[in-house]
C-alpha cells in the first residue's frame, strides 16, 4: 500500500499537471513562464502572451538584434544532467506575423562540469533550426540530445533566427512556452520509482 506521503506525492503531480500530468523528470524550472521568466536569463523578456491563452501565464520571447541573417541564442537555463543519459527538448514557439526578414526558432545545448555552466561549454553540435516556421500559431519545437561522457550541466538555448535583409529594427522575436527538458531514456524503470519509495 502507499503511504500518505506517497499518495500527497501524486496528488502533488496530478494537481500540478491540470489536465495532462507533466513529466516528474524534467529539469527546466519555470517552463510555463507563470507570472515571470525567472531563472532564465534575461527574465525581463517574460511577455504576456500564453500558449494556452491564459490570463495569467506568459511566455519568454527570444530577440534577435542582429544585422546579419542567422540565429541569436539569448534565452538559456542552465540545469543538471546525467551523463549518458538521453534527454528531450521540447518547446512551444510563436512568431508573430507581419515580422521582417522572417523569424524563425532554432534550439541548442551546450553541455559543462561545473554548476551555473561557466565559460563557453561544449557545443552538442549544430543548432536544431525552423527556417520555415509558420507565423501567428503556436508550434512545437523538438530535439533529442546524447549527454557526453564527464558532462553534468546542460544549458540549453532558445533563439530567434532572422533571413538575409539590411534591417536591425524592428528586431526579430520568437515566443516560447512550455520549455522541457526531460530524460527520455529508462521511463518504465524511473516511472515506478517514487512508488517503490513510498512503500
Ligand atoms: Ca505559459
Redesign the pocket.
Known amino acids: 500500500m502507499l503511504s500518505v506521503a506517497g499518495a500527497a506525492l501524486i496528488c502533488i503531480f496530478a494537481f500540478e499537471g491540470g489536465l495532462a500530468l507533466p513529466d516528474y523528470r524534467d529539469v527546466i524550472i519555470n517552463g510555463?513562464?507563470?507570472s515571470n521568466a525567472a531563472n532564465w536569463s534575461h527574465p525581463e523578456n517574460w511577455d504576456s502572451l500564453?500558449?494556452?491563452g491564459?490570463a495569467t501565464?506568459?511566455?519568454i520571447r527570444s530577440i534577435n538584434n542582429r544585422v546579419a541573417a542567422g540565429v541569436l541564442f539569448e534565452i538559456e537555463q542552465c540545469v543538471p544532467v546525467e551523463a549518458g543519459g538521453r534527454y528531450r527538448l521540447s518547446a512551444d514557439a510563436y512568431v508573430a506575423p507581419g515580422q521582417q526578414r522572417s523569424p524563425y526558432p532554432g534550439i541548442g545545448v551546450f553541455w559543462f562540469t561545473q554548476p551555473g555552466c561557466p565559460g563557453l561549454g561544449q557545443p552538442n553540435g549544430p543548432p536544431t533550426l525552423y527556417p520555415s516556421f509558420p507565423t501567428n500559431v503556436w508550434a512545437p519545437v523538438l530535439s533529442y540530445f546524447d549527454v557526453p561522457a564527464g558532462k553534468s550541466y546542460a544549458r540549453m538555448e532558445l533563439g530567434a533566427g532572422r533571413g538575409p535583409g539590411e534591417n536591425v529594427s524592428p528586431f526579430a522575436v520568437v515566443h516560447y512556452?512550455?520549455v522541457r527538458f526531460s530524460r527520455v531514456d529508462g521511463l518504465v524503470a524511473r516511472a515506478v520509482l517514487p512508488l517503490l519509495i513510498s512503500e
Open positions: 510555463g513562464f507563470d500564453d500558449s494556452r491564459s501565464s506568459g511566455s512556452d512550455n
